[in-house]
């Protein structure tokens, strides 16, 4: 069992903090997504978490270990960054037998993985030659090479058709239903919803939402009243709570459960219409995590609103 395991991680080029204070458990046996904006400091994290990059502060461990001192790192971590790691001059069979080789991995086990990601039939042309959808199959057939029961990856979807698409979910899911650690990064929201058992969340480096997906999903609540401005300012001062406009006009409040969004709008005099609870989409949810340069004092985290689920099964009109 390897958990992924980054406690208080900080990173700083220069000036600038790319990584800020970042802590969170990815556990085995699930496929955690790893989720944030163009430059969140996603790719960063994965790089401090494979000694590719050295933390400020803090620090990442797999099975408690850092990678650098893991005794077998190719059969225990299966990596893949960059999209264009090839020599362009070497087939795609070719550069495999290289892995191998300098990992001890039997070359047998080559056949094996083009056939998994398959890549058989064009695993003996160039990799120059090779569609963005072909790479990424590559670097996922050379991060499965030693069969490890970590699996990193960094936008592995990108460039792949819908049936490429499919077949990667698939493999992840049977990755992580074998017990496997799968931790991903992903810009593709709707694929995310359908592969994700678990999701961590940043923005400017900072962690702003983990926990379970569908967990997350239902801790939402759509209230109406008639001073949707006084409600809002007074929910945006406590730890955690994002707020948005609905397309109804209601508005849409996570991080806070509905009844204390009721006792908070009685105590300042605000009167509501209606709450209801309401699942978002994870689209919605990455919009308001990641808006306005939102960074919730406290991060939003799934098992926050695990209790709130079970009495939140009805609209409560007021």
């Known amino acids: 069992m390897y958990p992924l395991e980054i406690e208080h991680l900080t990173k700083r080029y220069g000036h ?27 790719s960063t994290t994965m790089k401090v978490l494979l000694d590719l990059a050295k933390a400020d502060h803090g620090h990442a461990t797999i099975g408690g270990t850092r990678y650098r001192d893991m005794a077998d790192p190719a059969c225990s971590v299966g990596v893949v960054l960059e999209p264009n790691a090839f020599h362009p001059g070497r087939s795609g069979r070719h550069h495999l037998r290289i892995l191998t080789d300098g990992a001890g991995i039997p070359a047998g086990r ?18 120059g030659g090779y569609s963005l959808g072909m790479r990424q199959r590559l670097g996922l057939a050379a991060a499965l090479l030693g069969d490890p029961p970590v699996l990193v990856l960094d936008e592995p979807g990108n460039g792949l058709d819908p049936q490429g698409i499919r077949w990667l979910r698939d493999l992840l899911r049977e990755r992580a ?50 001073e949707p401005g006084r409600l809002t300012q007074l929910l945006l001062t406590l730890y955690g709570v994002t707020v948005r406009t609905g397309n109804d006009g209601d508005l849409v409040v996570r991080g806070i459960q509905i009844a204390e969004i009721g006792n908070r709008a009685c105590a300042a005099g605000i009167a509501l219409h209606e709450l209801i609870p309401q699942a978002g989409s994870l689209e919605e949810l990455f919009l308001d995590w990641t808006s306005k340069d939102n960074i919730p004092v406290k991060p939003i985290n799934g098992a926050d609103t695990a209790e709130a689920t079970q009495t939140e099964r009805q609209a409560v009109p007021l």
């Open 16 to 42: 600038e903090v790319v990584v800020d204070d970042l802590t969170f458990t990815v556990p085995p046996g699930r496929v955690t997504c790893f989720l944030g904006p163009n430059g969140a400091g996603k």
């Open 177 to 226: 239903a074998a017990g496997g650690t799968v931790f991903v990064s992903s810009h593709l929201l709707a694929e995310v919803e359908h592969l994700a058992d678990d999701v961590v969340v940043i923005n400017h480096g900072q962690l702003v939402a983990t926990g379970a997906l569908a967990t997350l999903q239902r801790g939402g609540t759509s209230v109406r009243t008639p």
């Open 110 to 127: 080559i056949d094996q993985v083009l056939d998994m990601v398959e890549l058989t039939h064009a695993a003996d042309r160039h990799v």
